[in-house]
């Protein structure tokens, strides 16, 4: 068991890429508080985790409210005395090219994106540097790497995230604390997004990676469970693209 004993914060943990990791960090032991706005997705969350090695409970929460990001930080730490990872997952996409993109796309997804990653590390660091120890894993994209016609404000809230995991990889290790922070960028993978996506769009995106396919949320899961465990103890600062080969 890789997470025994861990307690492990996910936001966007209801569905995707998040609902895959909430999932695989309970199989491994850890004690998984998933956050998300969705009723729905957090009740089928809680249904499928029940009888993992670890387990899960689950948490109502918009990542841009700072006072409900506190009260939540504080309600795991009074249920379970730490927290030991941070996967900074929520996300949202409004597209639209430059000429065309409005004020309230932009803010958007600046805010989740953004705002919400910054508002979720700011309330759990310091618990980590408390106990000298953790992991933070920000979820970017190759987007935030290379850019995307139509993405201009996804692809700068997934370079910004990148930017954050190395600034705090620093900040974090300060006196030797063993707080580790890396960003992991996926390419394609089939969440619900690209679920809506046309079989004929999805073949081009399988065309231009080169395994020739989508990626599958628990493929990206696992990258998520080295970074939270210890077997990534010596790992920090870092940007991990995993998009089979999407970009070289």
Same mark, same amino acid.
């Given at each position: 068991?890789?997470?025994?004993?861990?307690?492990?914060?996910?936001?966007?943990?209801?569905?995707?890429?998040?609902?895959?990791?909430?999932?695989?960090?309970?199989?491994?032991?850890?004690?998984?508080?998933?956050?998300?706005?969705?009723?729905?997705?957090?009740?089928?969350?809680?249904?499928?985790?029940?009888?993992?090695?670890?387990?899960?409970?689950?948490?109502?929460?918009?990542?841009?409210?700072?006072?409900?990001?506190?009260?939540?930080?504080?309600?795991?730490?009074?249920?379970?005395?730490?927290?030991?990872?941070?996967?900074?997952? #929520? &996300?949202? %996409?409004?597209? @639209?090219?430059?000429?065309?993109?409005?004020?309230?796309?932009?803010? /958007?997804? =600046?805010? !989740? *994106?953004?705002?919400?990653?910054?508002?979720?590390?700011?309330?759990?660091?310091?618990?980590?540097?408390?106990?000298?120890?953790?992991?933070?894993?920000?979820?970017?994209?190759?987007?935030?790497?290379?850019?995307?016609?139509?993405?201009?404000?996804?692809?700068?809230?997934? #370079? &910004?995230? %990148?930017?954050? @995991?190395?600034?705090?990889?620093?900040?974090?290790?300060?006196?030797? /604390?063993? =707080?580790? !922070? *890396?960003?992991?960028?996926?390419?394609?993978?089939?969440?619900?997004?690209?679920?809506?996506?046309?079989?004929?769009?999805?073949?081009?995106?399988?065309?231009?990676?080169?395994?020739?396919?989508?990626?599958?949320?628990?493929?990206?899961?696992?990258?998520?469970?080295?970074? #939270?465990?210890?077997?990534?103890?010596?790992?920090?600062?870092?940007?991990?693209?995993?998009?089979?080969?999407?970009?070289?």
């Amino acid at each position: 068991m890789r997470l025994m004993d861990k307690v492990c914060v996910i936001t966007g943990g209801a569905s995707g890429i998040g609902k895959a990791a909430a999932l695989l960090f309970a199989s491994e032991g850890a004690r998984v508080a998933a956050c998300d706005l969705s009723d729905e997705g957090l009740k089928e969350l809680a249904i499928e985790g029940d009888g993992l090695a670890g387990a899960i409970d689950t948490y109502k929460l918009n990542v841009t409210d700072r006072d409900a990001v506190a009260k939540t930080i504080r309600e795991i730490m009074d249920k379970y005395g730490q927290i030991d990872v941070l996967v900074n997952n #929520a &996300g949202i %996409i409004k597209d @639209a090219l430059l000429p065309k993109m409005t004020e309230e796309q932009w803010d /958007a997804v =600046i805010n !989740v *994106n953004l705002k919400g990653v910054f508002n979720m590390t700011q309330a759990v660091a310091p618990y980590m540097r408390e106990k000298g120890k953790g992991s933070i894993i920000n979820t970017s994209s190759v987007v935030g790497l290379w850019g995307n016609p139509g993405q201009s404000n996804y692809s700068a809230t997934k #370079a &910004g995230v %990148i930017a954050m @995991a190395k600034t705090w990889a620093k900040e974090l290790s300060h006196k030797g /604390a063993q =707080i580790r !922070v *890396n960003a992991v960028c996926p390419g394609f993978v089939m969440t619900p997004i690209l679920e809506t996506v046309p079989e004929k769009i999805l073949d081009m995106m399988k065309a231009k990676t080169m395994l020739g396919r989508i990626g599958k949320p628990e493929e990206i899961a696992k990258v998520y469970l080295f970074l #939270a465990s210890d077997d990534s103890s010596y790992i920090t600062g870092q940007v991990i693209v995993a998009d089979g080969g999407l970009v070289m």
